[in-house]
């Protein structure tokens, strides 16, 4: 199996034949086979979407927020990757450098310096933040387990909070306070996942996540973000509505909540979200929630054939995709999960395609050029009716 970069490396060499006018003589049968099936094509070089033609200036002009997650360590030692981010985005969400993981070193540490970084960044390029995330059973450090029990739990869960959204407090747009709490499979009768959070403090720690969260930061919109609520089957449109109790519930008690986040990592070969999302949208509205789409990719490892073929159709699922949320006035966001497929998540053995090629799912490809999803992006944001 090839490593992302040699692909890359291959596609450079071949654009460059390309360029010249010769024919691929010297590729092996197996690139010949890697060709056919879909190595990266060469990219349109040099398509200039900068400055206005900048998917930051054509949200800007309609009043919409457009951006990504981001690495703290690549916004300052990569040239190609900080400008991109720079250029592209109005908000930025840190990918990994506000989980627990990073930010709490030892029980008795904290660690900002990632998470500082991007706020640097960001004030430097006038871009918001969203803050990713207080409460969350994934990214914890080594230490929890053997130091957090029933006993502390409570109480090392709050003073995260007050200390974490208490230092960023009137700094960010918005947090995610609990990340993922619905689980179907967990068998519970709210349909809370089996976590940490639940075991150890029990089934009011979203309440009080949010509610020490305000506390800290009253500014920042609140947000409960969950991912698999997007799609018309049942398993999701079973999700969504378990979501929408729970929000109903919060509201009902008086927590503080001022958002939901749709995480949107959706799959290129699945049905497109349709009205079950719309619907839940705008219930949402109806209870005067924000929704923000958190942490849009398009997962492409089913798709087969030519480069083209697959980049038009991660296009497509962006274009329809965005187009529906931003239509809907009360979704004022629209980040995706990274910018460059150079560095996405979804390479990840986990998520990787079968055929070891690199997945094509954001809006950039690996050389930092556009892909037919910025494009479909770009045309999504133009749909959104300006404000006023
Ligand atoms: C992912 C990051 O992208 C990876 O780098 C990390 O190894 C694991 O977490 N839902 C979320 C994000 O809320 O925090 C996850 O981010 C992706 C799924």
New binding site residues.
Partial sequence: MRTRREFVQLAAVVAAAGSLGREVRWASSENVQALQTGTPAPTDAHVDVSGAKSLRAHAEARGLLVGC?AVPGRLDGERDYADLVAAQANILVA??AM?WKALRPAPDKFDFRGADAILAFASSHGQKVRG??LC?H??LPDWFDGTVTKDNARQILTEHIRTVAGRYAGKLHSW?VV??AIDMKSGHPDGLRKSPWLELVGPDYIDVAFRTAREADPVALLTY?D?GIEEESAEQTAKRERVLLLVQGMKKRGVPIDAVGV?S?LSASDPLPGAGLRDFVRELERMKLQVVVT?LDVNERTLEGPVSDRDAEVARVYKNYVTMMVAEPNVSAVLT??ITDRYT?LD?PKYERPDGQPQRCLPFDADYQPAPAFFALRDAVDSRRPKG
Wanted: glycine share 4%; charged share 30%.
């Fill in positions: 997650a990918e990994n989980k990713h995330n969350w994934e990214a995610d990340n993922e973000n991912y995480q990592h942490e999960w990274g998540w990840a």
